[in-house]
């Protein structure tokens, strides 16, 4: 027999799992999501969720399927996932996942016409694009001459947490508002949460829902080390960013270093130069005496620094 948690616990929502029960039981917090992430032209009015939880199983590897797949009202099919921690080559795993979903949708003998739009949503707590300033990026298929898109069936956005603005200033639209509840839940209380993010209510529901959502011993297990997981990718972000301040230090040390040692140099050579112009060496002798331009020698003597 089962027991639930029936004391007051804040449940994570960027653990997988965790996202998957709370986003398939509630689709209106789903769709409100989606349509924050998605082009007006694929905003959702319903949706079926295709891969629902089962809380029954006991197989571990059951909770290894954390991703959400969803159809929307006009065909338009949706890939959810949330990734606690970077791993290898984890832009190639999206396009296949993105693929597994769409390839899916036929059975077989079907015409290939049947093939409906696929869009695929990243939300990620790591860095997984540094070359990008902004948080939410959309990949499309495209022309590279015209950029032209090619067919209007694939789409892989990701959604990158780590870049969320800190100041509640900042946040602006629905997509800013669920991002940063998401990146920041364990923060918030439904009575705590900022005045930014409660401007939409369906944003205010998923803090409370976060916060009554209830889990049996075996998820709660799961959860706790999945929990640890996501600790450590903080913990990893933070010692990798003190590194390299400490890199950075170093860096500007030893650069610091580098640049008094040469500045040393070029005024020692400043001083020679006015002392020999002073003791009625020739301009033409000083440059030979140096190895210095004749022109690089008047500089020299042109300016006002003490010799």
Not at 47 to 53: A, C, D, F, L, R
Request: glycine share 4%; charged share 30%.
């Amino acid at each position: 027999m089962k027991n639930s948690h029936t004391k007051k616990r804040f449940i994570n929502p960027r653990v997988d799992f965790v996202f998957k029960i709370i986003f398939e039981k509630n689709t209106d917090l789903l769709i409100s999501l989606i349509n924050s992430i998605v082009s007006e032209a694929d905003q959702v009015t319903e949706i079926e969720i295709k891969n629902p939880y089962n809380n029954k199983s006991r197989d571990r590897s059951k909770l290894s399927i954390v991703d959400i797949k969803a159809k929307s009202q006009d065909g338009t099919w949706f890939h959810i996932e949330v990734q606690v921690s970077d791993s290898l080559a984890y832009k190639k795993r999206a396009l296949y996942y993105w693929s597994s979903v769409f390839l899916n949708q036929l059975e077989q003998k079907d015409p290939y016409f049947k093939l409906e739009k696929t869009i695929s949503i990243h939300i990620l707590n790591f860095i997984g694009l540094p070359e990008e300033k902004d948080y939410h990026n959309v990949f499309k298929v495209l022309n590279v001459k015209s950029h032209n898109e090619f067919a209007d069936i694939l789409e892989i956005h990701y959604i990158e947490l780590k870049k969320i603005p800190e100041e509640m200033r900042y946040i602006k639209t629905a997509l800013d508002r669920w991002a940063a509840l998401l990146s920041r839940a364990e923060n918030y209380t439904p009575q705590t949460l900022p005045p930014e993010l409660k401007k939409d209510p369906l944003v205010e529901k998923a803090m409370r829902v976060f916060e009554t959502t209830q889990l049996d011993d075996y998820e709660w297990e799961n959860y706790q080390g999945l929990l640890k997981e996501l600790h450590d990718e903080d913990a990893r972000l933070i010692k990798a960013t003190q590194n390299g301040f400490e890199e950075g230090e170093q860096k500007g040390r030893e650069e610091g270093l580098q640049k008094g040692r040469e500045e040393g140099a070029l005024n020692a050579t400043k001083k020679m130069v006015k002392n020999m112009s002073k003791k009625g060496v020739s301009i033409k002798e000083i440059s030979n005496i140096t190895d210095l331009s004749e022109s690089d020698v008047i500089a020299i003597l042109e300016t006002n620094d003490p010799a």
